[in-house]
T-cell receptor
Framework: EADIYQTPRYLVIGTGKKITLECSQT?????MYWYQQDPGMELHLIHY???????EKGDLSSESTVSRIRTEHFPLTLESARPSHTSQYLCASSPQGAIGGYTFGSGTRLTVV | TQLLEQSPQFLSIQEGENLTVYCNSSSVFSSLQWYRQEPGEGPVLLVT?????EVKKLKRLTFQFGDARKDSSLHITAAQPGDTGLYLCAGYTGTASKLTFGTGTRLQVTL
């Protein structure tokens, strides 16, 4: 039973469209993250949050934005999708401290045509 | 600069063989974790090691943290097709409060 949920699982969308990828967790974790990953490749951190109203950009430059209005919800928005945004997007959360493991969602596979 | 380098990048072996995956860095980690990711899913935490020299076993998987806490290894005995996936190491460095992930090792186990 998943404790972190991502929707949709798959999305095919046209260039220029605005999209929001949803991520919710039921564990009460303060820390949440968004990663971009090409199939079988390494993870690239694009956004993270340490709590409500806290958001930071990650190591990989991204044209997406995030918000954290509620502890359990961390949506990612692309204002104008482009083919270069085609990738898998993974959401994760972790408890406070610097030893806790991350719990990942199943990901959203985005294709921009 | 990638802090955590994994080797090999890709490994294809037959069922029953043994293998070792390495995770190396020039930085010291306060703790290190290993994850496995199956195609189409998110990574799943396998183990956390905290103490230099620590060894942990999870069925056929053996994890070791280097004495200087700069490296780690994952050894799989008698690999099975169900072991197929992407293996990622990840660690916390210094005062960082988020994980640094390694470059990943793709393992394929065939019958």
């Amino acid at each position: 039973e998943a404790d972190i949920y991502q929707t949709p699982r798959y999305l095919v969308i046209g260039t220029g469209k605005k999209i929001t990828l949803e991520c919710s967790q039921t564990m009460g974790h303060d820390k949440m993250y968004w990663y971009q990953q090409d199939p079988g490749m390494e993870l690239h951190l694009i956004h993270y949050s340490y709590g409500v109203n806290s958001t930071e950009k990650g190591d990989l430059s991204s044209e997406s934005t995030v918000s954290r209005i509620r502890t359990e919800h961390f949506p990612l928005t692309l204002e104008s999708a482009r083919p270069s945004h085609t990738s898998q997007y993974l959401c994760a959360s972790s408890p406070q401290g610097a030893i806790g493991g991350y719990t990942f969602g199943s990901g959203t596979r985005l294709t921009v045509v | 600069t990638q802090l955590l380098e994994q080797s090999p990048q890709f490994l294809s072996i037959q069922e029953g063989e043994n293998l070792t995956v390495y995770c190396n860095s020039s930085s010291v980690f306060s703790s290190l974790q290993w994850y496995r990711q199956e195609p189409g899913e998110g990574p799943v935490l396998l183990v956390t090691v905290v103490t230099g020299g620590e060894v942990k076993k999870l069925k056929r998987l053996t994890f070791q943290f280097g004495d200087a806490r700069k490296d780690s290894s994952l050894h799989i005995t008698a690999a099975q097709p169900g072991d197929t996936g992407l293996y990622l190491c990840a660690g916390y460095t210094g005062t960082a409060s988020k994980l640094t992930f390694g470059t990943g090792t793709r393992l394929q186990v065939t019958l």
